[in-house]
């Protein structure tokens, strides 16, 4: 599924890092079928992770200053901070043990849909030497759209694992990937990640 005009080159482990994006418990439950996408994500983690590369978790969830400094203006997260949701000691705020971080892992908290935006994520990418970025995570028209967006504006190579993400309405899921992504990510699927990596 990756753009007939730009193809997927080797990829170096060493420079590379697979973000998991909001699989967390309070966002997992709203696709059918989770546990299978988890698995599959699961697997590229432990694909990566043994070939020397990095991995990323990005969550969202906020604290009481987080909330006071969302401005009316925000249509979607004014609302998140005027019900208090998604408090960051939270159990719904937490990552799915199915895929918990391991020591040395990258972790950081967000408070908006894309894992860049407002998190330091860009700065630990940078200092690791990480010049492509894998991309997982639910939903796919929120955080994983957002985090594309911004990474591919950062010159990093993106890539998007089709069977990684998942979104409530597979009619936008489908679009993205197969007619807006690959104008600015190369998008695959997690076996062909699996054996691009056992080459590398």
């Given at each position: 599924?990756t753009s007939?005009?730009s193809?997927?080159?080797?990829?170096?482990?060493?420079?590379?890092?697979?973000?998991?994006?909001?699989?967390?418990?309070?966002?997992?439950?709203m696709i059918p079928?989770?546990?299978?996408l988890?698995?599959?994500?699961?697997?590229?983690?432990?694909?990566?992770?043994?070939?020397?590369?990095?991995?990323?978790y990005?969550?969202?969830a906020?604290?009481?200053?987080?909330?006071?400094?969302?401005?009316?203006?925000?249509?979607?997260f004014?609302?998140?901070?005027?019900?208090?949701?998604?408090?960051?000691?939270?159990?719904?705020?937490?990552?799915d043990?199915?895929?918990?971080?391991?020591?040395?892992?990258?972790?950081?908290?967000k408070?908006?849909?894309?894992g860049?935006s407002?998190?330091?994520?860009?700065?630990q990418l940078?200092?690791?030497?990480?010049?492509t970025v894998?991309l997982?995570?639910?939903?796919t028209?929120?955080?994983?759209?957002?985090?594309?967006?911004?990474?591919?504006d950062r010159?990093?190579?993106?890539?998007?694992?089709?069977?990684?993400?998942?979104?409530p309405?597979?009619?936008?899921?489908?679009v993205l990937?197969?007619?807006?992504?690959?104008?600015?990510?190369?998008?695959?699927d997690?076996?062909?990640l699996?054996g691009?990596?056992?080459?590398?």
């Open positions: 599924m007939p005009t193809p997927l080159p080797a990829i170096d482990p060493r420079r590379t890092a697979l973000l998991a994006m909001d699989f967390q418990n309070g966002i997992a439950g079928d989770v546990g299978t988890i698995e599959r994500v699961k697997g590229a983690i432990s694909a990566l992770r043994a070939a020397g590369g990095t991995i990323g990005v969550r969202v906020f604290t009481e200053d987080d909330w006071a400094a969302v401005p009316e203006t925000n249509k979607t004014s609302g998140v901070a005027a019900a208090k949701m998604m408090h960051h000691e939270d159990a719904i705020t937490q990552i043990e199915r895929i918990a971080p391991e020591d040395g892992d990258i972790v950081v908290r408070i908006r849909f894309g860049i407002t998190t330091d994520l860009h700065q940078t200092d690791r030497g990480i010049d894998i997982t995570g639910i939903s028209s929120g955080v994983v759209l957002s985090t594309l967006i911004d990474a591919a010159d990093y190579r993106v890539i998007v694992l089709s069977d990684g993400v998942a979104d309405a597979a009619q936008v899921n489908e990937l197969n007619e807006v992504f690959p104008s600015r990510a190369h998008v695959i997690t076996a062909t699996e691009l990596l056992r080459t590398a």
